[in-house]
């Protein structure tokens, strides 16, 4: 039997979207409250783990795919440096300028909305994408070498 009781894989099943959907909240809101991309990141990163240890590696590998995990983990870090490069392009002359915020939201009516904080959302999408499958593959690969080792 892979994976752990009945009882454990029932639990994790309706779990881990309410995991998944909490990391997606804390990324997307944590402009606006505590939390952000790393945090959020690691507890989206959280729910697979919850399948991994729950239903075991090749149930967990089927949900998030590790050449789909390795491509995220990469694409995200692109667009992070993009995103940093283009504050250097549009904006005062450094990396990081919140160019969105200056160019097109001047209006500073919408403070404390999801919206209010021009390049600052973008650049939590960015990395808790970056943090939840980094985070997915180093437990996978560690999980990997427990296997070998008890073999």
């Given amino acids: 039997m ?6 454990v894989k029932t639990i994790a099943s ?3 979207v ?12 944590g402009h606006l409250t505590p ?28 949900n998030l795919p590790i050449s789909l995990a390795s491509k995220l983990d990469c ?13 250097f392009i549009y904006g005062a ?4 300028y919140n160019f969105i915020q200056q160019k097109f939201l001047v209006e500073y009516e919408s403070a404390g909305e999801l919206v209010s904080a021009g390049a600052i959302p973008l650049y939590n ?3 808790g994408i970056k943090v939840a499958a980094s985070l997915f593959l180093v437990t996978l690969v560690l999980s990997a070498f427990r296997l070998e080792s008890q073999e």
């Fill in 35 to 62: 939390g952000g991309g790393f945090a959020g990141g690691v507890i989206l990163a959280g729910s697979y783990i919850l399948l991994l240890l729950a239903f075991g590696k090749e149930y967990a590998e089927e």
């Fill in 75 to 87: 694409i995200a870090a692109f667009l992070f440096i993009a995103l940093a490069l283009c504050g």
């Fill in 18 to 29: 309410l995991v998944f959907l909490f990391g997606i909240y804390i990324i997307l809101f």
């Fill in 2 to 7: 892979k994976g752990m009781t009945i009882i």
């Fill in 93 to 96: 002359g450094f990396f990081f």
């Fill in 125 to 127: 999408i960015f990395i």
């Fill in 14 to 16: 309706w779990i881990k």
